[in-house]
């Protein structure tokens, strides 16, 4: 499973921002490892240096073998909780497209 994480010219990307969410990503969607092929992030800040409540935005694409990319997007006022937000919105979804497929 290849991780890639993107920020906008807004957010600066760290070795240490990737290590972390990289971990999250792989903990959390462990049970479905076999199964996605590629993980892509992007973070936003939607308003750059101005202030707004949940203008932090986090996008993921889960890509898995012969089925259409799931995408989800979370907003929030951090990006911590725009992240897992939407990781816990890529597992919810994950979980009932993999349901579905075992079902017929």
Request: aromatic share 8%; proline share 1%; glycine share 6%.
């Amino acid at each position: 499973m290849k991780i890639q994480i993107n920020t906008d010219k807004n957010i600066e990307g760290h070795e240490r921002l990737e290590a972390y969410f990289s971990g999250e990503l792989e903990k959390g969607l462990a049970r479905f490892e076999e199964k996605i092929t590629r993980i892509e992030v992007h973070f936003g800040d939607e308003n750059g240096e101005k202030f707004s409540l949940n203008d932090k935005k986090c996008v993921i694409e889960v890509r898995t073998a012969k089925l259409q990319p799931v995408t989800v997007t979370e907003h929030a006022d951090t990006l911590e909780k725009a992240f897992i937000g939407a990781l816990a919105k890529a597992k919810k979804s994950l979980t009932t497209t993999f349901e579905k497929m075992k079902a017929y």
